[in-house]
């Protein structure tokens, strides 16, 4: 008996501490937000979740609290582990203030899986292909993904592909797929090696880009190899404490880095130059229209001094 009010107290305990650090989280949030230049912040608690807001974006608040049950029932369904948090939300009216927190004008919104916190720049919403709801579901599948993987590291390229899987292709930053970094890395073989891309992403720009395509491109690689059910293998082995090269060997009965060599290949092999023209090709159209343009000019330019030199020596 005594044992029993013991564990109880401990879980009321455990609890009540649990409580006052989310409630200092939600204040420590207020206050870095405000301090951005934000005006009034309210708070939603509903459906499970926390949604922090401006008021002219309260139906955005309400929107998700409205998809998030279906959400994580999706996300759940996909790996078959429960999501037990209560995920803190907070939405960025201006780019701005996001931009100030993150410094990256690519980003569209972030995780903090270890605060169970999702930040959204709301103004990128209706910038196609996003949508409130994709976004969201890729970053919960960030929290869900380190909520199980504790005991190992979960490399960065991994957790972002996996979330571009389950969000239909969806990062959280700008891609444009005509502009595919990947595409001339595949032509000239010069990939960023993953095991490089598991503590975190390169900062420049065109890297960060190619980072987040590698990623995207090498857990449909899986896929398409083992189905869907050799990722969920690698990372049911990695909630067990496997490393991410113990349990894709232990999925896919092949090594990491014969998996990593045999998916460059079959970018290569795709990547022809044809293909890299036809993805390219308005960029070459425009080139080309410049170029003949500079051309013209220079024949038009050439054509008046001609005549007026033989003006000039008619006169004389």
């Known amino acids: 008996m005594k044992d029993r009010n013991r564990k109880s107290a401990i879980c009321n305990l455990q609890s009540a501490i649990r409580n006052i650090l989310l409630l200092f989280l939600a204040a420590s949030l207020l206050f870095s937000w405000r301090s951005l230049g934000a005006g009034?912040?309210?708070l939603l608690k509903e459906a499970g979740i926390r949604v922090l807001f401006e008021p002219p974006l309260?139906?955005?608040?309400?929107?998700?609290?409205?998809?998030?049950?279906?959400?994580?029932?999706?996300l759940e369904r996909i790996f078959g582990w429960d999501l037990n948090l209560t995920p803190s939300i907070l939405l960025i009216k201006e780019s701005k203030e996001f931009q100030?927190?993150?410094?990256?004008?690519?980003t569209v919104a972030f995780a903090l899986p270890e605060k169970d916190?999702?930040?959204?720049?709301?103004?990128?919403?209706?910038?196609?292909?996003?949508?409130?709801?994709n976004i969201f579901k890729h970053e919960l599948c960030h929290?869900?993904?380190?909520?199980?993987?504790?005991?190992?590291p979960l490399p960065r390229w991994l957790d972002e592909g996996v979330a571009q899987w389950v969000s239909d292709g969806i990062g959280d930053i700008i891609l444009d797929q005509k502009r595919s970094r990947l595409n001339k890395v595949a032509l000239r073989g010069r990939f960023i090696s993953l095991d490089s891309l598991a503590r975190g992403f390169p900062r420049r720009e065109e890297d960060l880009i190619l980072a987040?395509?590698?990623?995207?491109?090498f857990v449909d690689y899986i896929i398409g190899k083992f189905g869907r059910e050799g990722v969920l293998k690698v990372l049911e082995g990695?909630?067990?404490?496997?490393?991410?090269?113990?349990?894709?060997?232990?999925?896919?009965?092949?090594s990491f880095e014969d998996l990593e060599k045999g998916w460059q290949s079959s970018l290569r092999r795709k990547m022809t130059w044809f293909t890299y023209l036809s993805y390219n090709l308005y960029e070459i159209l425009f080139s080309?229209?410049?170029?003949?343009?500079?051309?013209?000019?220079?024949?038009?330019?050439?054509?008046?001094r001609r005549r007026m030199k033989e003006e000039m020596e008619a006169e004389t």
């Open 117 to 133: 916190l999702i930040v959204i720049d709301y103004s990128k919403m209706n910038i196609h292909p996003f949508t409130l709801r």
């Open 238 to 254: 990695m909630k067990q404490g496997e490393s991410v090269h113990a349990a894709v060997l232990r999925a896919c009965s092949v």
């Open 288 to 304: 080309l229209a410049a170029l003949i343009t500079v051309y013209g000019s220079i024949r038009i330019m050439l054509k008046k």
């Open 212 to 217: 987040y395509e590698e990623s995207k491109s």
């Open 40 to 42: 009034e912040v309210y």
């Open 58 to 74: 309260e139906p955005a608040a309400k929107q998700l609290t409205n998809i998030y049950p279906g959400v994580k029932a999706e």
């Open 100 to 106: 100030q927190m993150i410094k990256n004008p690519l």
């Open 143 to 152: 929290l869900l993904l380190h909520q199980h993987i504790r005991s190992v």
